[in-house]
């Protein structure tokens, strides 16, 4: 039996990624001023030990101001390296390229953490020591009724922004990430400068495409020239806002064409986020259903994606890119369910028995495969028949 395509090697400059695998970025809300601590090192380490190829940070906010929460990880100081730094040597040493995905919130800064109601911060949230600050975007214009209106960003004020994106990147080089992604989707600050429902500028960073696309592509030209140059640029994207008037797919691939020829690598096809959380819905949902743009958009730039999304079963995530409609599948919250999808995965696409000694958990961390050789046969003998372990 061929080796899965999911678990082929991929290239990314000078970085090798063992299989197609991403851990995609999932804020925690658990940060104290930004720094990384325990909780991160363990909810990440843990997808490394689980067989990732990539495992990427949360958004990590580039600015104070430019936090979704005040539990958001950040790179605005020194402080913030070393502990990331641990992070990105732990996922390193247990197989995985270490990946921090750069970000600011934009007008959907300053909010509550999710449990306490994913929304604009109330009085209950000030009592608890989360006080609202002064947040920005292209325009003045908040993102919906009741939420903070935002100040509408100065040229210098953009200028310094990039000076933000640099020293942060900067501060990813020293804690040893050897991946990094600009985060343009979900209504944040990158993706409210694109679409024509958040950024009414007239001035040469509004009006039509181009304009709107002018600062997130001066970012990312920012980014890529501190970016050492053996080591990949992923962008993600919301390759359509699914709202009348917003980003359509044609938009996203004049971006990504604009994005590429300034040194982005890969393209991390999202959807939706403009209006409401995140993971608002704006986009019909089903099995894999933003592949579709991450293939589209593979075809019409010829530029490598990544897609992610509702990517829940191997032999689902094998097919994907199997038939080239993507380069890389990214898995959320099917790891959090599962850390070890991985390793499963590999399990439910291989041909391999489960007998000591025939390599079935070779890719396992040894701490773990040692003990599971010996566990299958056992189990096996009781059950009186194969274990269904590659059922995953």
Not at 95 to 118: C, D, E, F, T
Not at 367 to 385: I, V
């Given at each position: 039996?061929?080796q899965?395509?999911?678990?082929?090697?991929?290239?990314?400059?000078?970085?090798?990624?063992?299989?197609?695998?991403?851990?995609?970025?999932?804020?925690?809300?658990?940060?104290?001023d930004?720094?990384?601590?325990?909780w991160?090192?363990?909810?990440?380490?843990?997808?490394?030990?689980?067989?990732?190829?990539?495992?990427?940070?949360?958004?990590?906010?580039?600015?104070?101001?430019?936090?979704?929460?005040?539990?958001?990880?950040?790179?605005?100081?020194?402080?913030?390296?070393?502990?990331?730094?641990?992070?990105?040597?732990?996922?390193?040493?247990?197989?995985?390229?270490?990946?921090?995905?750069?970000?600011?919130?934009?007008?959907?800064a300053?909010?509550?953490?999710?449990?306490?109601?994913?929304?604009?911060?109330?009085?209950?949230?000030?009592?608890r020591?989360?006080?609202?600050?002064?947040?920005v975007?292209?325009?003045a214009?908040?993102?919906?009724?009741?939420w903070?209106?935002?100040?509408?960003?100065?040229?210098?004020?953009?200028?310094?922004?990039?000076?933000?994106?640099?020293?942060?990147?900067l501060?990813?080089?020293?804690?040893?990430f050897?991946?990094?992604?600009?985060h343009?989707?979900?209504?944040?600050?990158?993706?409210?400068?694109?679409?024509?429902?958040?950024n009414?500028?007239?001035?040469?960073?509004?009006?039509?495409?181009?304009g709107?696309?002018?600062?997130?592509?001066?970012?990312?030209e920012?980014?890529?020239?501190?970016?050492?140059?053996?080591?990949?640029?992923?962008?993600?994207?919301?390759?359509?806002?699914?709202?009348?008037?917003?980003?359509?797919?044609?938009d996203s691939?004049?971006?990504?064409?604009?994005?590429?020829?300034?040194?982005?690598?890969?393209?991390?096809?999202?959807?939706?986020?403009?209006?409401?959380?995140?993971?608002?819905?704006?986009?019909?949902?089903?099995?894999?259903?933003?592949?579709?743009?991450?293939?589209?958009?593979?075809?019409?730039?010829?530029?490598?994606?990544?897609?992610?999304?509702?990517?829940?079963?191997?032999?689902?995530?094998?097919?994907?890119?199997?038939?080239?409609?993507?380069?890389?599948?990214?898995?959320?919250?099917?790891?959090?369910?599962?850390?070890?999808?991985?390793?499963?995965?590999?399990?439910?696409?291989?041909?391999?028995?489960?007998?000591?000694?025939?390599?079935?958990?070779?890719?396992?961390?040894?701490?773990?495969?040692?003990?599971l050789?010996?566990?299958?046969?056992?189990?096996r003998?009781?059950?009186?028949?194969?274990?269904?372990?590659?059922?995953?």
């Amino acid at each position: 039996m061929s080796q899965p395509r999911l678990f082929t090697p991929i290239v990314l400059r000078g970085v090798t990624s063992k299989n197609r695998i991403v851990i995609s970025p999932m804020c925690q809300y658990s940060a104290d001023d930004g720094l990384a601590n325990d909780w991160h090192l363990v909810h990440l380490g843990k997808f490394a030990q689980g067989g990732a190829g990539i495992v990427m940070t949360e958004a990590t906010a580039v600015n104070p101001e430019g936090r979704i929460t005040h539990g958001d990880l950040g790179l605005w100081n020194d402080a913030q390296i070393a502990p990331l730094k641990r992070i990105a040597n732990f996922l390193r040493a247990n197989g995985s390229v270490p990946a921090i995905q750069l970000a600011h919130a934009g007008r959907k800064a300053s909010m509550q953490r999710p449990w306490y109601g994913n929304a604009a911060l109330t009085a209950e949230d000030v009592a608890r020591g989360d006080k609202p600050w002064t947040i920005v975007a292209p325009s003045a214009i908040p993102m919906d009724d009741g939420w903070l209106m935002p100040h509408e960003l100065t040229v210098p004020e953009l200028k310094q922004l990039c000076e933000d994106f640099r020293l942060a990147t900067l501060r990813a080089v020293d804690a040893q990430f050897e991946l990094l992604e600009l985060h343009c989707a979900h209504g944040y600050l990158l993706h409210e400068f694109l679409s024509p429902l958040s950024n009414k500028r007239n001035d040469a960073y509004g009006g039509d495409r181009a304009g709107r696309m002018k600062f997130p592509l001066e970012i990312v030209e920012t980014v890529r020239a501190a970016w050492p140059k053996d080591r990949p640029l992923f962008v993600r994207i919301s390759s359509v806002d699914g709202i009348d008037g917003g980003i359509d797919i044609s938009d996203s691939v004049a971006f990504v064409n604009e994005a590429s020829t300034r040194g982005a690598d890969v393209i991390d096809c999202s959807s939706g986020g403009l209006m409401g959380s995140a993971t608002a819905a704006r986009i019909p949902r089903g099995y894999g259903f933003q592949v579709p743009f991450a293939e589209q958009i593979r075809n019409e730039t010829k530029v490598t994606t990544m897609a992610v999304g509702l990517i829940l079963h191997p032999q689902q995530a094998e097919d994907i890119v199997a038939e080239g409609k993507t380069d890389l599948v990214a898995v959320g919250r099917e790891a959090l369910f599962d850390p070890n999808w991985p390793l499963h995965a590999e399990l439910a696409l291989s041909d391999t028995k489960g007998e000591i000694g025939d390599g079935t958990f070779d890719s396992w961390p040894k701490q773990y495969g040692w003990w599971l050789e010996r566990r299958e046969p056992g189990l096996r003998k009781l059950a009186g028949h194969a274990l269904p372990f590659r059922k995953v």
